[in-house]
T-cell receptor, first 109, second 116 residues
Framework: GQSLEQPSEVTAVEGAIVQINCTYQTSGFYGLSWYQQHDGGAPTFLSYNALDGLEETGRFSSFLSRSDSYGYLLLQELQMKDSASYFCAVSDGGFKTIFGAGTRLFVKA | DAGVIQSPRHEVTEMGQEVTLRCKPISGHDYLFWYRQTMMRGLELLIYFNNNVPIDDSGMPEDRFSAKMPNASFSTLKIQPSEPRDSAVYFC??????????????FGPGTRLTVT
């Protein structure tokens, strides 16, 4: 079967660093994406990794290890507005995207 | 560009009625996706099109669901007859180059469907 595992909830304080992990098991793999979704809003794209290593975009970084079927999203200098759900998603090569169940991030003052 | 446009934003209907959701993708995008999001099942891909042609509809839950893309700027998702378990937020998304090379998907604001 195909599955993505990520924690259901994470809580952190403003200004801190938080890491959201994602492990996947899919029949095919082209890359790992991350999306952010605020309550009542639509998912918005954050990052994409096709190769092993770290990709940095401002306060957000994403990491991939293909050999471990593992990736993570790193959020630095947390702000209250970062409170949202974060989804990892795998492109399985068949032009299909499979989304994880999402991690709800709570940022506290 | 205005982004992906969906209508209606909210739809409340009675069981057995036909529901039609509409989507206008970003101009120039070749791929269009329909997703359904519920608390229980998360974000599920229902169907996607490439250049107006349906490529994979394996996520369409039942024959009651159908989707069309008559031209590059318009797509519909129809549910007939609707059932209470179809209540969800339906998102349309478009992409310029397709998933295989990691092109990001741009999501519309969604249609919140409630079937009573």
């Amino acid at each position: 079967g195909q599955s993505l595992e990520q924690p259901s909830e994470v809580t952190a304080v403003e200004g801190a660093i938080v890491q959201i992990n994602c492990t996947y098991q899919t029949s095919g793999f082209y890359g790992l994406s991350w999306y952010q979704q605020h309550d009542g809003g639509a998912p918005t794209f954050l990052s994409y990794n096709a190769l092993d290593g770290l990709e940095e975009t401002g306060r957000f970084s994403s990491f991939l290890s293909r050999s471990d079927s593992y990736g993570y999203l790193l959020l630095q200098e947390l702000q209250m507005k970062d409170s949202a759900s974060y989804f990892c998603a795998v492109s399985d090569g068949g032009f299909k995207t499979i989304f994880g169940a999402g991690t709800r991030l709570f940022v506290k003052a | 560009d205005a982004g992906v446009i969906q209508s209606p934003r909210h739809e409340v209907t009675e069981m057995g009625q036909e529901v039609t959701l509409r989507c206008k993708p970003i101009s120039g995008h070749d791929y269009l996706f329909w997703y359904r999001q519920t608390m229980m099942r998360g974000l599920e891909l229902l169907i996607y099109f490439n250049n107006n042609v349906p490529i994979d509809d394996s996520g369409m839950p039942e024959d009651r669901f159908s989707a069309k893309m008559p031209n590059a700027s318009f797509s519909t998702l129809k549910i007939q007859p609707s059932e209470p378990r179809d209540s969800a937020v339906y998102f349309c998304a478009s992409s310029g180059q397709g998933l295989a090379i990691g092109d990001e998907q741009y999501f519309g604001p969604g249609t919140r469907l409630t079937v009573t």
